[in-house]
């Protein structure tokens, strides 16, 4: 900590997150908490999961399995990245069209 002026102040380094706007964070934490208590939104979030969320992870892991069974991540790391690697470039290059 530093003093200027008299008073003490926290240098650029020493200021935690959130240190600057603790009644935004405060807020955006109520926010939170009240849409997590409403039981119309837990409602729409299960059916956002059951629709959009489960069937994509359905599909990662068994694309990770299909390519787990190509390329061994524990007897090759190395080629295994670099396989998920090119597996991810296809799938973002069909979706782009």
């Known amino acids: 900590m530093r003093r200027e002026g ?5 240098g650029y380094r020493e200021r935690r997150l959130g240190d600057e706007m603790p009644l935004l964070r405060n807020i955006m934490f109520q926010a939170a908490r009240r849409l997590a ?18 069937p994509r992870l359905s599909a990662a892991r068994d694309e990770l399995r299909d390519l787990s069974s190509e390329v061994s991540p524990t007897k090759d790391p190395k080629g295994f990245a670099r396989a998920l690697g090119r597996r991810i470039a296809e799938i973002n290059k069909s979706q782009d069209r």
């Open 6 to 10: 008299g008073s003490t102040t926290l």
């Open 37 to 54: 208590q409403d039981p119309r939104m837990r409602q729409k979030a299960g059916e956002v999961y059951q629709d959009s969320v489960a």
